[in-house]
């Protein structure tokens, strides 16, 4: 794990890990990328999947404008749109609505971000902006390690299989179920269990907790199968751990990566708080 030092793009990458992962360092996001800059990044999340960028301190406005240098924002689940000033950003917390620390920690279930939608999330990016003393990690696991590691026999038949992304089961599965206008907001989609990633053409293995079950198999069959694949991936050899810093924003490839946060903290003492930003993705298939 060599760093390489783009002396041209006038920044160092140090990657972070042998599976992925690459701290950036020397930019200041603040300033708009020039295009020679911002296509070393771009190829550098496209490289490492997971870019951190140490030491920011930007506005909620000013990480609107750094995401969009990307893509197109892409709006929040409705009932997530009420929890921030500004209708783009994203309050990632474990407060409730009195501001106090609730004791639990959202988005802690593997995931990749708006799966349920026809065009999942691209890419997200995530600013630190109060964290508790230690933990409230958010942890990734590397999709197309995960792939690369299956059997070819197993490579094989999900190559075959679609899965049914549904934001109503994964709220069911959490003990709330949505409303109509939720439902209607969310509908159901069905993805490829293996995707090919739209940029680098390598093969991920697409599922987290809005896969429900396997599209044309029964209910019970399909979500047992997606289960126990999930289980089976989600584990040493492909996970990598951020553990936070002040002033960390992270940028993340929601098209081969899962993540969640992890609850390895007081979290009815600490206050966790996150701005995150998502970049529409495309049609999976
Ligand atoms: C998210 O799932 O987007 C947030 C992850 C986190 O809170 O670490």
């Given amino acids: 794990m060599n760093a390489h030092d783009f002396t041209q793009e006038r920044f160092t990458l140090q990657p972070l890990s042998d599976l992925m992962g690459a701290e950036v360092i020397g930019l200041d996001l603040r300033q708009p990328f020039d295009p020679d800059i911002k296509a070393a990044v771009h190829k550098a999340f496209l490289d490492y999947q997971l870019l951190v960028f140490r030491d920011q301190n930007l506005t909620k406005d000013e990480q609107v404008v750094f995401t969009e240098q990307f893509g197109t924002l892409e709006r929040h689940a409705v009932r997530n749109r009420g929890t921030s000033d500004h209708p783009l950003v994203h309050i990632v917390s474990n407060l409730d609505e009195s501001g106090k620390p609730m004791g639990k920690v959202r988005s802690d279930k593997w995931h990749t971000d708006k799966s349920f939608r026809p065009e999942p999330s691209m890419a997200t990016i995530l600013h630190a902006q109060t964290l508790p003393p230690d933990g409230g990690d958010t942890v990734f696991v590397n999709m197309y390690a995960a792939f690369d590691g299956l059997n070819q026999a197993t ?12 934001w109503a089961t994964s709220r069911e599965h959490e003990g709330r179920p949505v409303t109509a206008e939720e439902k209607r907001d969310a509908p159901d989609n069905v993805h490829p269990l293996a995707r090919i ?30 289960v126990e694949l999930e289980e089976s991936v989600t584990r040493a050899p492909y996970l990598f751990r ?44």
């Fill in 197 to 226: 990633h739209p940029e680098t053409g390598r093969t991920a293995i697409f599922i987290g907790m809005h896969a429900s079950h396997i599209d044309g198999w029964s209910f019970e069959e399909g979500r047992a199968f997606v």
């Fill in 155 to 166: 490579k094989d038949k999900i190559r075959s299989l679609n899965v049914v992304h549904s």
């Fill in 242 to 285: 951020h553990k936070w810093q002040a002033g960390d924003l992270l940028m993340w490839d929601n098209r081969c990566l899962l993540h969640r946060a992890e609850a390895n903290f007081d979290a009815r003492k600490f206050p966790r708080i996150l701005h995150r930003t998502c970049l529409r993705g495309t049609a999976t298939q």
